[in-house]
Nanobody, 118 residues
Framework: QVQLVESGGGLVQPGGSLRLSCASS????????MGWYRQAPGTQRQLVAT???????NYVDSVKGRFTISIDNAKNTVYLQMNSLKPEDTAVYYC????????????WGQGTQVTVSS
């Protein structure tokens, strides 16, 4: 069974950077859409960014220009480069997978904590 394993979270000061990784135990197919979501305490899980197998990306407005999602198909790994971090970016970040054309997430990672604080 394919699993997604996130890493790279931690504590960073405002204005700092982190790179999250999501390693898939199986191949990332071109028919998959990989994504990053985040959930702060007491809030709903929120979509942050997605990338298709063909490399098309999409971002929530609050992270545009600061975050970059990318995919390394040779390593079956999806990355989220986060720059100019703000305290409101503090959340547990989750990696996700769904099939292209479907709205339903069919696989989640376990999450990694990102805390932005001075």
């Amino acid at each position: 069974q394919v699993q997604l394993v996130e890493s790279g979270g931690g504590l960073v000061q405002p204005g700092g950077s982190l790179r999250l990784s999501c390693a898939s135990s199986g191949n990332i197919s071109v028919s998959n859409v990989m994504g990053w979501y985040r959930q702060a305490p007491g809030t709903q899980r929120q979509l942050v960014a997605t990338i298709t197998g063909g490399g098309s990306t999409n971002y929530v407005d609050s992270v545009k220009g600061r975050f970059t999602i990318s995919i390394d198909n040779a390593k079956n790994t999806v990355y989220l480069q986060m720059n100019s971090l703000k305290p409101e970016d503090t959340a547990v970040y989750y990696c996700s997978r769904r099939r292209l054309g479907s709205p339903n997430i069919n696989l989640w990672g376990q999450g990694t904590q990102v805390t932005v604080s001075s």
